[in-house]
């Protein structure tokens, strides 16, 4: 099925594991995203890849690392995880200079 | 440095009544100007965007969205609300006129409920 896809939807975790959340697009767009999604903060932009192999960091990259060894992919790991970083993951995908379009989101809670 | 700002943490409007959620932004240069939607449990769905021209500008679902450069708004309208328009709504900006990659800045959300 054409579109953005993200896995696991739901994910519990001990605090110091690392996660990686996964994310998938099947319109070839250049450009990806990580957002997170937090009551009070509306989306916040934790890293963004403008192509396979170049990515950057967004405003909330702390404790977060993503590689982008295809177009397609664009995984999230978070290396030790921590309780601020409970929160529901987005992903999404675009070409320059045009709007984004966003997965279902990963709702992750770290205990 | 850009910002958007949506003043109203919610908006409640009787059914069949025309809606307005509002949004105001700042950027240094010329502004490229989106409007989302969230439904429960999804990811955001786009509604419409305004880069030039007609100030009035015409989205999905029967919105519609004014840009007014003089107050820096881009405020979300819809003649004649539904109940399932009920929704987390987004407005997000980027500057045109920034180099390298234009991070767009999203708002923090206005929960629309209609009432029927």
């Known amino acids: 099925d054409a579109g953005i896809t993200q896995s696991p939807r739901y994910k519990i975790t001990e605090t110091g594991r690392q996660v990686t959340l996964m994310c998938h697009q099947t319109w070839s767009h250049s450009y990806m995203f990580w957002y997170r999604q937090d009551l009070g903060h509306g989306l916040r932009l934790i890293y963004y890849s403008a192509a396979a192999d170049i990515t950057d960091k967004g405003e909330v990259s702390d404790g977060y690392v993503v590689s982008r060894s295809k177009t397609e992919n664009f995984p999230l790991t978070l290396e030790s995880a921590t309780r601020s970083q409970t929160s529901v993951y987005f992903c999404?995908?675009?070409?320059?200079?045009?709007?984004?379009?966003f997965g279902p989101g990963t709702r992750l809670t770290v205990t | 440095a850009q910002s958007v700002a949506q003043p109203e943490d919610q908006v409640n409007v009787a059914e069949g009544n025309p809606l307005t959620v509002k949004c105001t932004y700042s950027?240094?240069?010329?502004?490229?100007l989106f409007w989302y939607v969230q439904y429960p449990n999804r990811g955001l769905q786009f509604l419409l965007k305004?880069?030039?021209?007609?100030?009035l500008v015409k989205g999905s679902y029967g919105f519609e969205a004014e840009f007014n450069k003089s107050q820096t708004s881009f405020h979300l309208k819809k003649p004649s609300a539904l109940v399932s328009d009920s929704a987390l709504y987004f407005c997000a900006v980027r500057d045109l006129n920034s180099g390298g990659y234009q991070k767009v800045t999203f708002g923090t959300g206005t929960k629309l409920q209609v009432i029927p």
């Open positions: 999404a995908s675009s070409e320059l200079n045009h709007e984004q379009y």
């Open positions: 950027v240094s240069g010329n502004p490229y």
């Open positions: 305004y880069i030039t021209g007609d100030n």
